[in-house]
């Protein structure tokens, strides 16, 4: 699936018309049942990490939420009712997602459009799901979401599986012939690292020499960098998050390693760059979908976040910006909120314009590609290293 180059759509702004008022969508419906009965609000819930270590996410994904949302709002909203958004701290914590989706279900949501940490997301599936309210997740990508086989759960992120091969095929292009995995033991960061790992160990490739554990939210890796070193690995890849990541970028350089060092996407943050410092953090690749800073042609959706926000957007902003537009397209083909018929709607999206490129699901309702790119730190951002196209 090729990325349509949104300057191809006259403007990023005008990606706020593909929903317009008057009940008409981009794939039209003159809606029904619900949406015929009621001038309520629709209401979006989204679960993000607003406290904890991951919140710096949490504003990225929720700022772009609400800006998808009052453009379509500003165009008449969808099937002649408003959107409403409701935002839940889930901590990147599972005990916290599940009490926050609980909320979320009490007050009364339609669709929900969050979920960032997978271990998080994935207690929160069952929840949503007997409450009949579909899902649409903008960045948890681990496969184990994928693997409950759950008809109300669609990933608009790159899949762990896609992630890992696009991790192994950065590695054979750096030509490494041993690489050392390092992983959080979070279901998210574990499956990318054990997933790579499969991969590695096909015949030809580099070899794993070792997959290593660490414990999260610790700030003394010395431990674990002792066995990494052991190994003298031309490469390391990192699957857990930026915390973690900035801290064992920055000791393993301080004890002395030259090689590669990777990230997976949940490190591809300004935050990880800060942890380890400028120089630890410079050449630093990651493994990662479109980010606002590398999408063409975005220029005049990234000024009217900033105009809103006075802040630059920043890693699955516009993947989030999309969980809401998709949302409002499947509500607007479905004729209402009834989650039966928004799942059937999502289904049968064919072509609807994304960021990431024109979508349409897998039977497993994941992404036909996933987009993962390689990126590098170069200053204080991440750039573009290689489309692995």
């Known amino acids: 699936m090729r990325a349509i180059p949104l300057k191809s759509f006259a403007s990023l702004a005008a990606l706020g018309l593909l929903v317009t008022g008057c009940g008409q969508g981009l794939l039209g419906g003159d809606g029904d049942d ?11 819930g989204m679960l993000i990490p607003q406290s904890g270590s991951e919140a710096a996410i949490g504003p990225y994904m929720s700022n772009a939420a609400q800006l998808a ?4 709002n500003a165009k008449g909203g969808v099937l002649g009712r408003k959107l409403e958004l409701k935002t839940a701290d889930d901590a990147c914590d599972a005990q916290s997602a599940a009490a926050a989706a609980n909320k979320l279900v ?40 994928v693997d409950q086989k759950l008809k109300h759960v669609f990933l608009i992120n790159g899949t762990g599986s896609q992630q890992a091969a696009a991790a192994e095929k950065w590695i054979a292009k750096q030509g490494a012939k041993s690489v050392v995995l390092m992983h959080d ?26 997959v290593e554990t ?36 920055r000791q393993l350089r301080q004890a002395g390693y030259k090689g590669s060092f990777m990230v997976g996407d949940g490190s591809v943050s300004p935050k990880l760059i800060e942890i380890a410092g400028a120089e630890a953090a410079e ?34 902003s516009n993947q989030a910006y999309d969980a809401v537009r998709l949302a409002a397209e499947a509500v607007t083909k479905a004729g209402g909120t009834d989650g039966a018929k928004v799942i059937a709607a999502l289904e049968a999206v064919d072509g609807f314009p994304m960021f990431s490129g024109p979508l349409k699901f897998t039977p497993e309702h994941t992404l036909m590609s996933g ?19």
Do not use: H
């Open 34 to 44: 619900k949406a015929a009965k009621t001038d309520a609000p629709i209401v979006l």
């Open 69 to 72: 949302l009052d453009e379509i």
């Open 106 to 145: 009490t007050e009364g949501v339609d669709i929900s459009v969050g979920g960032y940490c997978s271990g998080a997301t994935l207690p929160t599936l069952p929840i949503f799901g007997k409450a009949d309210i579909p899902m649409i997740i903008p960045a948890a990508n681990s496969q184990e979401l």
């Open 185 to 210: 033991n979070t279901s998210y960061s574990k499956d990318i690292a054990l997933r790579t790992k499969a991969l590695l160990d096909a015949p030809g490739g580099a070899e794993a020499v070792l």
């Open 214 to 249: 660490v414990t999260p939210k610790e700030s003394d890796y010395s431990a674990n960098i002792t066995n990494v070193l052991a190994k003298k690995p031309d490469s390391v890849y990192w699957t857990g998050y930026f915390q973690e990541g900035g801290l064992i970028a």
């Open 283 to 316: 050449g630093i690749y990651a493994t990662m979908t479109q980010t606002p800073d590398t999408l063409e042609g975005a220029e005049g959706w990234i000024s009217a976040y900033k105009k809103k926000y006075n802040a630059d957007p920043g890693p699955y």
């Open 371 to 389: 987009g993962f790119q390689v990126l590098v730190v170069k200053g204080d951002k991440f750039a573009l290293q290689d489309s692995l196209k």
